[in-house]
């Protein structure tokens, strides 16, 4: 079930400092660089195989030309700095080296960024949709499917109708 939050929400996206896969700082919403920007966020393990069909379709849909960036999220705050190294590892494994430095790495304030997804589920994957400026237009969580997909991508694009 995909669940749609509303873009009602009048906070704007804490400036929050967090790296890149590839080790750069990026300091969201001031480095977010398209006019909508689309965060793709995984809490666990086990989250990251449910996130990376919406990153890919995204990806896709949602091009750079058109003004929309992607932007796959692990927020690893709650991993033991013991066991960090091994989980980037494995994300590392699973991305393209071309792709590192669009993957966001939050390693601080993870009861923050549950708050911001409205966190529920440890594996769902959780998207939020920021303009340029860390505005949030939209948010919503579920599992990726078709009909899913499909609901999110309309809100997302009526989400930047709206703000036009």
Known sequence: MLCFLSAGWSDSFPRTNVQTLAGSAFV???DLEADTNILVVGFTQKAGPNTKPWTERLKQDFTHTDGFAVYPVAVLAGV???FR???LSSIRSGIAPQDSGHFLIVDRD???WRAL???RLPDDPYIIVLDKNGN???RF???FDEKN???AAAQIRSAVRGKS
């Open 110 to 112: 993870q009861s923050a």
């Open 136 to 138: 949030l237009l939209a």
């Open 85 to 87: 190294g091994f989980a």
């Open 149 to 151: 997909y499909q609901k």
């Open 28 to 30: 969201l919403p001031d």
């Open 80 to 82: 033991s700095p013991l």
């Open 117 to 119: 997804a409205d966190y």
């Open 141 to 143: 969580k579920g599992v």
